[in-house]
């Protein structure tokens, strides 16, 4: 599978992927219904739009802190739980620290390119846990 941007700017390396088919919350619903029905060695090419992958950008979910309220060690990437949500810290300037809740991409179009490798049956654990099998 390769994921890409609308423009076609790739957002992470090729990879493999198995998932248990069904709705178990592995795949956006979007694309799990087109890999609906198909079989090994076909291949599914997919635009969502951010009402179907991660939604709208949300700026109420970008938060201006004072650095201090943080202590020491805080950096870009890292993630701080507050109420209730997971923020991202996205830049540390200033004496201020901006977090971003928004999943990192929210707001884009994104483009599936997947090839169907193999498909087997489901084991009875498998669909009882209704988890990734990788």
Same mark, same amino acid.
């Given at each position: 599978?390769?994921? =890409? ?35 090994a060695g076909e ?49 540390? =300037? ?14 884009? =179009? ?7 490798l193999t498909v087997?049956? =489901? ?12």
């Amino acid at each position: 599978m390769t994921l =890409a941007d609308a423009q076609g700017v790739e957002l992470s390396p090729p990879c493999e992927l198995a998932y248990l088919h069904g709705g178990y919350g592995e795949l956006l619903p979007a694309l799990e219904q087109a890999l609906e029905g198909k079989g090994a060695g076909e291949a599914v090419q997919l635009q969502l739009e951010p009402e179907q992958a991660f939604g709208e950008y949300d700026p109420e979910l970008l938060r201006v802190e004072p650095l201090g309220r943080y202590g020491e060690g805080l950096s870009v990437g890292m993630q701080i739980e507050e109420d209730e949500r997971m923020y991202t810290v996205t830049d540390v =300037a200033g004496g201020s620290v901006v977090m971003d809740a928004n999943h990192p991409l929210a707001g884009m =179009a994104l483009r599936f390119s997947v090839v169907i490798l193999t498909v087997r049956a =489901a084991s009875e654990d498998e669909l009882k846990r209704g988890v990734s099998l990788s």
